[in-house]
T-cell receptor
Framework: ETGVTQSPTHLIKTRGQQVTLRCSSQ?????VSWYQQALGQGPQFIFQ???????GRGNFPPRFSGLQFPNYSSELNVNALELDDSALYLC?????????????FGSGTRLTVV | QKEVEQNSGPLSVPEGAIASLNCTYS??????FFWYRQYSGKSPELIMF????GDKEDGRFTAQLNKASQYVSLLIRDSQPSDSATYLC???????????FGAGTRLFVKA
């Protein structure tokens, strides 16, 4: 059984640029959620994808967008980067059936916007 | 705005003691509750989930849930230095589409 993998692990971008982060779900998981974690804070929900459609979104602007592919892998795209977008971005996969299932997190992508 | 509140700590306990971590939540309709452990520089790791009132035990960990008081706790028995980490309380919201995390409680276990 493979875990959740994210790429890249670290990234430095300039304000105004665009970035794409990638995630491969754990085998058997069909739901992917993306979180942003600023230093010293808990993870903040960005959005969730199930069956290639967004089915839940947090308080993030439209410049945060995503995709889920038929193999359940996912991308997070952020346009017009701002300094406050600097954070750890976490991908979490889960099996949607059953409310008691928790997440398996990837190791995260550390994004620095300068 | 649905919220999950935790004492940020740090909570310091001696090795072998019981560590008690607490969490309150605002969404009365929530049904699923989780505790994650996050080591410094690492991603969160699920250690416990609970969805019925009462206690759930797994090894040295016990999760306690009181839906009437909207309160969740985690007890760690025989605390070890390797338990030193940030513990995140998480609650799945009524709609079931997202899990809301608290800011975490930093735990230090002194050898």
């Amino acid at each position: 059984e493979t875990g959740v993998t994210q790429s890249p692990t670290h990234l430095i971008k300039t304000r105004g640029q665009q970035v794409t982060l990638r995630c491969s779900s754990q085998s058997g998981h069909n739901t992917v959620s993306w979180y942003q974690q600023a230093l010293g804070q808990g993870p903040q929900f960005i959005f969730q994808y199930y069956r290639e459609e967004e089915n839940g979104r947090g308080n993030f602007p439209p410049r945060f967008s995503g995709l889920q592919f038929p193999n359940y892998s996912s991308e997070l795209n952020v346009n017009a980067l701002e300094l406050d977008d600097s954070a750890l971005y976490l991908c979490a996969s889960s099996f949607k059936s059953g409310a008691a299932y928790g997440y398996t997190f990837g190791s995260g992508t550390r994004l620095t916007v300068v | 705005q649905k919220e999950v509140e935790q004492n940020s700590g740090p909570l310091s306990v001696p090795e072998g003691a019981i560590a008690s971590l607490n969490c309150t939540y605002s969404d009365r309709g929530s049904q699923s509750f989780f505790w994650y452990r996050q080591y410094s520089g690492k991603s969160p790791e699920l250690i416990m989930f609970i969805y019925s009132n009462g206690d759930k035990e797994d090894g040295r960990f016990t999760a306690q849930l009181n839906k009437a008081s909207q309160y969740v706790s985690l007890l760690i028995r025989d605390s070890q230095p390797s338990d030193s980490a940030t513990y995140l309380c998480a609650v799945k919201d009524t709609g079931g589409f997202k899990t809301i995390f608290g800011a975490g409680t930093r735990l230090f276990v002194k050898a």
